[in-house]
């Protein structure tokens, strides 16, 4: 094979995070053909993949096996980001869990927010995985911050790991009228079911007021937020709201939102959930108390509130 094709194809995606089926189509070969071109760089030694482990004390495991006896999670990450911003470290953290227990004919449930944001900016491009696929678990469309929107996450993913994408074209919260016809949809139902049905499912855990990406993205107003404050709500999984002892909130925007409810989530055999800082903690405590969660990656600063 030609040696300056392989090199170009590599720096291509190693460094320019470039997916296999864009460089396929600019060389006008196959995305299969581009995966195994990166397996022969390995083996020949061009490309060179090593793992730098942390330092002992970029995590306590002392509170991460605190919290994951506490509320009976079968693993916790509580990684030191004193130093750091704590986004893009535990995004990566998350990232690898993730990648970790993903296996040929899975399919992924993706929520949205900043938090789910950062794990999947830090997936690296891998190989194609025979028969995954990424599933969205709640509506979410707009023209505000797409970044953070749950159909441009389950695309970026599904990307990166050369998997299938299934979108769930339909908004967060909508109107009582605009709800009962779209539970109607043939299209939406279809995608609800799978997301019921997915294998594992990564969530961020969102605060209740102007730091929630319901709140950023303009699906909660001021008086919307009020209300459910004052009905006790201290965050939302899947733009679900609850309370603090982990009770689902029995309230008029749950009845109307698109998504998969608290407790089909409670049915999915591994829900990892990502959430920090000091304007969580009630959230991220109601989520443990609720018992959705299987995993949950956080930093230290949080995890030692959570004690309390």
């Known amino acids: 094979m030609d040696s300056r094709l392989l090199i170009k194809v590599c720096k291509w995606y190693y460094e320019d995070q470039i997916n296999q089926e864009e460089i396929a189509r600019r060389i006008g070969t196959s995305r299969s053909t581009i995966s195994r071109m990166l397996t022969q760089a390995r083996r020949q030694g061009i490309v060179k993949i090593t793992v730098d482990p942390p330092p002992a004390d970029a995590f306590d495991i002392d509170l991460e096996t605190y919290l994951e006896t506490t509320f009976n999670l079968s693993e916790v990450v509580v990684c030191n980001c004193e ?3 704590p986004g893009p470290v535990l995004g990566a953290v998350a990232a690898d869990l993730l990648l970790r227990t993903l296996s040929p004919g899975h399919s992924i449930g993706l929520s949205w927010g900043r938090s789910v944001a950062a794990v999947v900016e830090a997936i690296p491009h891998t190989d194609p995985m025979e028969q995954v696929t990424v599933v969205a678990l709640s509506g979410g469309v707009g023209s505000v911050q797409q970044n953070y929107l749950c159909n441009s996450l389950v695309v970026q993913l599904a990307n990166k790991i050369g998997a299938q994408a299934v979108t769930l074209d339909a908004p967060a919260i909508v109107q009582h009228e605009t709800y009962e016809g779209l539970m109607t949809e043939r ?5 609800l079911t799978q997301a019921s049905m997915v294998d594992m499912a990564l969530v961020g855990i969102g605060a209740v007021g102007v ?27 899947c733009s679900r ?3 603090l002892d982990g009770a689902p909130l029995d309230s008029d ?10 407790e089909t989530l409670k049915e999915v055999p591994r829900v990892i959930g990502i959430g920090w800082g000091p304007e969580k903690i009630q959230a991220i405590l109601g989520a443990l108390r609720m018992g959705i969660l299987n995993v949950l990656v956080t930093d230290r600063s949080t995890a030692q509130q959570l004690q309390h």
């Open 83 to 85: 130093q750091q911003t």
């Open 187 to 191: 299209a939406i139902s279809r995608v």
């Open 211 to 237: 730091f929630s990406t319901l709140t950023a993205t303009e699906y909660l107003d001021p008086m919307m937020v009020a209300e459910l404050e004052a009905m006790g709500a201290v965050g939302d999984i």
């Open 241 to 243: 709201f609850y309370r």
């Open 253 to 262: 925007i749950n009845r109307r939102t698109i998504g998969v409810p608290l």
